[in-house]
């Protein structure tokens, strides 16, 4: 982003160089498209899902705003009009600054609705696992001395209550 931001800033002031006062257009446009990178550049990494995405954008920012004002000092000394040093103090203050909320504030738009543009599954569904095979029923061998005889809920036995069970106490009032 600092690289772009200085690319920008540069061929604006090489532009200036031949249309001193017919540039507000231009300047707009440039602006727009840097904030239009940033966010989109956000927004695929929110949509990717990519870890941490706040820090990773702030971090950005800060480093992007001194990085594109060094870098556009040295773009307009080459390009432009061999300025000196004295630009350099400018650009790493104001020009820092607004580099910075250029990356910040569009970056901060595309993290919140990148990941809204698709549903949380990014990767193909996973094939369903092969079906087990049906399990066979166990068979039981009896032994030839006990008979077979009906389970206590197919004789239509009720359990009894215990005799050593004793009710609970009812509480008596009044007294």
Same mark, same amino acid.
């Given at each position: 982003?600092?690289?772009?931001?200085?690319?920008?800033?540069?061929?604006?002031?090489? *532009?200036?160089?031949?249309?001193?006062?017919?540039?507000?257009?231009?300047?707009?446009?440039?602006?727009?498209? %840097?904030?239009?990178? *940033?966010?989109?550049? +956000?927004?695929?990494?929110? %949509?990717?899902?990519?870890?941490?995405?706040?820090?990773?954008?702030?971090?950005?920012?800060?480093?992007?705003? !001194?990085? +594109?004002?060094?870098?556009?000092?040295?773009?307009?000394?080459?390009?432009?009009?061999?300025?000196?040093?004295?630009?350099?103090?400018?650009? %790493?203050?104001?020009?820092?600054?607004?580099?910075?909320?250029?990356?910040?504030?569009?970056?901060?738009?595309?993290?919140?609705?990148?990941?809204?543009?698709?549903?949380?599954?990014?990767?193909? !569904?996973?094939?369903?696992?092969?079906?087990?095979?049906? *399990?066979?029923?166990?068979?039981?061998?009896?032994?030839?001395?006990?008979?077979?005889?009906?389970?206590?809920?197919?004789?239509?036995?009720?359990?009894?209550? +215990?005799?050593?069970?004793?009710? +609970?106490?009812?509480?008596?009032?009044?007294?």
């Amino acid at each position: 982003m600092a690289l772009l931001h200085a690319v920008a800033d540069t061929a604006l002031a090489k *532009a200036s160089v031949y249309e001193p006062t017919g540039l507000l257009t231009a300047k707009i446009v440039v602006i727009a498209l %840097l904030v239009g990178a *940033a966010a989109l550049w +956000s927004a695929i990494d929110g %949509l990717l899902r990519r870890t941490d995405l706040g820090r990773t954008w702030l971090i950005a920012a800060i480093i992007a705003g !001194p990085v +594109s004002g060094v870098l556009y000092v040295i773009g307009r000394a080459i390009f432009v009009d061999q300025s000196g040093t004295d630009e350099l103090w400018p650009a %790493l203050t104001g020009g820092a600054a607004f580099t910075a909320l250029l990356v910040l504030v569009p970056a901060g738009l595309g993290m919140v609705v990148g990941p809204r543009l698709r549903p949380a599954r990014l990767e193909p !569904p996973e094939e369903p696992p092969a079906p087990k095979p049906p *399990a066979r029923p166990v068979k039981r061998r009896r032994s030839a001395e006990a008979p077979e005889r009906p389970r206590s809920w197919e004789r239509g036995r009720t359990r009894k209550p +215990s005799p050593t069970r004793r009710p +609970s106490p009812v509480p008596r009032h009044g007294k």
